[in-house]
């Protein structure tokens, strides 16, 4: 390899072009530099014998920014990735720094350009339809493994291709007390795709193994036919029908997908769908939007419902499977006729397979019986030097969850474990069609924490653009009735997992529905859903925005309180009133507020009698006007004022 200043990229003496790191990592620590291998994934193991900083094994979203957060940090870090699709010439393996749902991603963006009804109609045969899919699927993966292995490239990071396993310290280094030779007693094995094999030391070691499929036992998984949630990937034709067992979102975003492809869908659910949906902390509007969704496709969905027996399964492909069912519902069918099957019924970490849980173990990992590693608030195992990140954890299992765990991890790693904090709330997306996305607390988990919630709703209709492109959708913002702030955000519909990032800043900064409603947004836009979302919430208040002035003018030297317990007010009141009918008009009303000594505009008290006045006859009585201060009360209590 070479040192240039300028250069980044130069032809070897084979011919191939090679990346070459950014002279400026070079020249300032040189000796972090590994050599560039002739393939991708591949090192030769004479370039790997100095000791590392970090080792990250797992080469997911999480994997890839754990390194790339050492490389921030100036550490030397490599990657040790088993691929999870067999790599290309150049050794790129396509699913390298996908997230675990990435096929499903790449089938979704697919089923929606494409127009399977119209191919089919011009005389495609559904192999080269398939065909076409398989191969923008293959675009779209491909794309973002070569964006991760450039990406690491450009900050110095190394990839090994191979199986890794951690080597517990022998015996006779256990007197060891340095902290130089401690560090040297980290190990790695790694058994190389390439062939051979190297052990590797390190200072320390970020475990983002990931996760695998649960596959319920009885069921004959082949890959061909019967599938998971993994190898769903390896399907090599268009079905023409579908049955999916479970109720989460991975079910839910395939039975779209499927559908999406023309294929005629089943779900199965042990259960019912609306609870698997409620325990996943979806909003009942969304969830119930959501199942009404799939219904209007057409999806069939049997709940209550188990699979009993595969009792015919053709090896000729063009042959429907028979699937044999068992259900609470005497209605419900008792055998199904389809092409595939497909296993969406959750997932468990990757520990035993992918990593030797004995090589974990037997290093000092603790393993709850869940099968996830046990880490601290910091996310070190039990074993000292050794984190964990991502799906392997306990914890949402989510890509921008792991990405954010494997980024703190590294960071208390090496930069001392007061320095990282984790986050407590997180945006949820379900890409399935439409979106889903939500932030914070639905109503009903509010009013279980103690808010006295309310909900503004909008429609996706509500707004211009989505009356012309998409008008099936809902946003919906929870709030706080006494302080208006803006406690939960869920939306389904069109851009649904764009728009909840704006809702969370809303959340996070404790936003109000008023605050919301005195926002410019672009016109023609999904987030002038959130101005009427919060105009519907406001809607729903008893004071909301339009009392926020006249509440503000009514404050005083005297907090609200003390004039009512006092009896002042009701004595001004009675004052003022000399007909003794407990009611006042506007002029009465101002002599009120000037007697307490309150100097308001009369312009602010003629709005108060249009607020309060229902019946329309231009008066205010003495329990509506009682009533304003009571509110006043409980807002000045709120804010500290005794």
Not at 1 to 6: D, G, L, M, V, Y
Not at 163 to 177: D, G, N, Q, Y
Not at 399 to 414: D, I, L, M
Request: charged share 25%.
């Amino acid at each position: 390899f070479f040192f240039a200043s300028e250069l980044k990229m130069v032809k070897g003496s084979d011919n191939r072009t090679k990346n070459i790191y950014e002279a400026a990592q070079i020249q300032s620590r040189p000796e972090l530099v590994v050599p560039l291998p002739d393939a991708v994934g591949n090192i030769p193991n004479e370039h790997l014998q100095k000791k590392f900083d970090l080792i990250v094994i797992g080469g997911g979203p999480a994997g890839v920014a754990g390194a790339l957060k050492a490389a921030y940090m100036g550490r030397r870090a490599i990657i040790i990735d088993s691929p999870k699709i067999q790599p290309d010439k150049r050794g790129i393996d396509p699913s390298f720094g996908g997230p675990t749902g990435l096929f499903s991603k790449a089938l979704r963006e697919a089923a929606k350009k494409l127009d399977i009804a119209a191919l089919q109609a011009q005389g495609l045969d559904n192999d080269v339809i398939w065909k076409q899919v398989r191969n923008m699927c293959a675009r779209l993966a491909l794309n973002n493994a070569e964006s991760q292995v450039a990406l690491l490239s450009k900050f110095n990071v190394a990839y090994l291709q191979g199986k890794a396993e951690l080597v517990p310290a022998p015996p006779e280094k256990m007197h060891l007390r340095t902290a130089e030779e401690l560090s040297n007693m980290v190990e790695v094995y790694v058994d190389k795709r390439e062939g051979g094999s190297v052990q590797l030391t390190t200072e320390k070691i970020l475990i983002c193994a990931g996760s695998t499929a649960v596959r319920l036992p009885g069921i004959p998984f082949d890959g061909v036919r019967i599938f998971d949630s993994d190898n769903i990937f390896h399907l090599a034709f268009l079905p023409k029908s579908v049955v999916i067992v479970g109720a989460g979102i991975i079910a839910i975003e395939f039975a779209k997908i499927f559908r999406k492809l023309g294929s005629a869908v089943t779900v199965i659910v042990r259960g019912t769908a609306m609870d698997a949906l409620m325990r996943l902390g979806l909003d009942l509007n969304v969830a119930e939007r959501l199942i009404q969704a799939l219904l209007d496709d057409e999806v069939l969905i049997l709940e209550d419902t188990s699979i009993k027996e595969f009792t015919s399964v053709p090896q000729n492909l063009q042959d429907p499977m028979v699937v044999s069912l068992q259900s609470k519902d005497p209605d419900a069918p008792k055998q199904l006729m389809v092409d595939i099957y497909l296993a969406a019924t959750g997932r468990t970490p990757k520990i035993t397979r992918g990593l030797g849980g004995l090589g974990l173990e037997a290093s000092g990992v603790q393993i709850a019986k869940s099968g996830h590693i046990i880490v601290d608030e910091s996310l070190e195992t039990a074993a000292e030097g050794v984190f964990a990140a991502g799906d392997c954890i306990r914890g949402p299992s989510l890509a921008s969850t792991g990405v954010e765990q494997a980024q703190r991890a590294v960071a208390n790693a090496f930069g001392g474990k007061k320095g990282a904090t984790g986050v407590d709330s997180f945006p949820i997306g379900v890409w399935t069609i439409p979106e889903v996305s939500y932030y914070g607390l639905t109503k009903v988990q509010a009013l279980a924490k103690g808010f006295d919630a309310e909900e503004g709703v909008a429609s996706y209709d509500s707004c211009l653009r989505g009356r012309v492109f998409s008008p099936d959708g809902m946003l919906k913002l929870v709030f706080d009735k006494h302080t208006h702030i803006i406690i939960g955000v869920h939306i389904i519909g069109t851009d649904a997992c764009e728009m909840v990032h704006y809702g969370m800043d809303l959340v996070a900064r404790k936003a109000t529905i008023f605050d919301v409603i005195n926002t410019l947004f672009t016109a023609v836009t999904f987030h002038e859903l959130f101005k009427e979302a919060a105009l519907d919430g406001n809607s729903r208040l008893e004071f909301g925005i339009q009392w926020q002035e006249v509440l503000k003018r009514l404050r005083s030297d005297t907090p609200a309180k003390v004039l009512l317990e006092s009896g002042v007010l009701q004595d001004k009141f009675n004052e003022i009133d000399t007909n003794g009918d407990g009611s006042i008009d506007e002029n009465e009303l101002w002599a009120v507020f000037k007697g307490l000594g309150i100097d308001i505009p009369q312009v602010i008290v003629t709005n108060l009698v249009n607020l309060v006045d229902d019946d329309g006859n231009g008066t205010v009585e003495w329990e509506e006007f009682e009533r304003i201060y009571q509110v006043l009360a409980d807002i000045e209590e709120r804010q500290g004022k005794k």
